[in-house]
């Protein structure tokens, strides 16, 4: 199977200006596209069935004790590197990629590095096959990316700025909250009530990164309850 002109058009259209991110690393800022929205724009244009992504190679590079938050408390810091093919109508592209943890629990950090440098490689898989997928960040002047006011592809919207120390702390405040917890009942209303949806939403937590509270959150409810797991 081809792929076909629609799939053509789409893959050689422009980047949406309001699909990219920006972050600082090292004093400088680098621009991005979220993981979600690469997935989104593969579904959209390839077809929910016409694409497989499959992981290779994860790999722990460094792993350390290292203080985090405003009190220095203990935690670990660790560093994985991926490697994932994505494959669309038979053509096999791979990318590699790296992630980082960073959390008091070493457990946690070690399953955030995981999800995140196995995003990090699919990301730099799909690029390779055109603009919506973040070929066009590579440009410097970034010809191909415009501001379009009526993206293609689900959009969300940014309320601050990314700040990965904020968004760490957060993390760290939430597991903490659910160990605290001694009822399941309680802890259901916490995650589901307005405030939390807002404090996820306001550090722009990522879809792997909520999805690793919503465990710590069931794990907790199952404890509470006494429900073995099957």
Known sequence: MSFTEQQIEDL???????AVKERKQGGTKLSYIEGWH???EANRIFGFDGWTR?????KCVSERERSIGQNGDKGFGVTYIAKVRVIVHGVAREGCGAGHGIDRDPGQAHES???????????????TFGNPFGLALYDKAQSNVIDDTRP????????????FSARVEFM?????????FGDADSLIAWWNSDEQKENRRHHQLDANQIDALKQAVINRRDVLTGKKAA
């Open 12 to 18: 050689d259209a422009p980047l949406s200006k309001g």
């Open 172 to 180: 760290v405040e939430c597991r903490e909250a659910i160990a605290g």
């Open 38 to 40: 690469a997935i989104a």
């Open 152 to 163: 293609k592809g689900p959009q969300k919207q940014s309320i601050m700025p990314d700040d």
């Open 54 to 58: 499959e992981t290779l190679d994860v």
């Open 113 to 127: 590095a995981i999800k995140e440098a196995e995003t990090d490689a699919m990301k730099r898989a799909l690029m």
